[in-house]
């Protein structure tokens, strides 16, 4: 058994929680069900784990909707809650 099975099996699963796990584990990224949460202590920050989270995407050929990408937005509604 390769030791990247764990690896693969995620992947086929969740590739963005797989390739996004460490910064939603320091929770600079949040996935709720099929969305993605970017943030950060500061706009500064914020920019910085955008681009991060864009670059791993990028790096992994997992595009983004541009239709449905919002940066910042004022309000967001994640499960039916709006904050």
Same mark, same amino acid.
């Given at each position: 058994?390769? @030791?990247?099975?764990? +690896? $693969?099996? %995620?992947?086929?699963?969740?590739?963005?929680? %797989? =390739?996004?796990?460490? +910064? =939603? *584990?320091?929770?600079?990224?949040?996935?709720?069900?099929?969305?993605?949460?970017?943030?950060?202590?500061?706009?500064?920050?914020?920019?910085?784990? $955008?681009?991060?989270? +864009?670059?791993?995407? *990028? *790096?992994?050929? +997992?595009?983004?909707?541009?239709?449905? @990408?919002? =940066?910042?937005?004022?309000?967001a509604t994640a499960l039916g809650w709006v904050g």
């Amino acid at each position: 058994m390769s @030791t990247l099975a764990p +690896l $693969w099996g %995620c992947l086929a699963l969740r590739p963005a929680s %797989c =390739i996004l796990g460490d +910064l =939603i *584990q320091e929770a600079y990224v949040a996935k709720i069900a099929d969305d993605l949460y970017v943030g950060g202590n500061s706009p500064e920050e914020v920019l910085h784990n $955008w681009h991060h989270v +864009l670059s791993l995407l *990028q *790096q992994n050929n +997992l595009p983004l909707s541009a239709s449905k @990408t919002f =940066i910042c937005p004022k309000k967001a509604t994640a499960l039916g809650w709006v904050g």
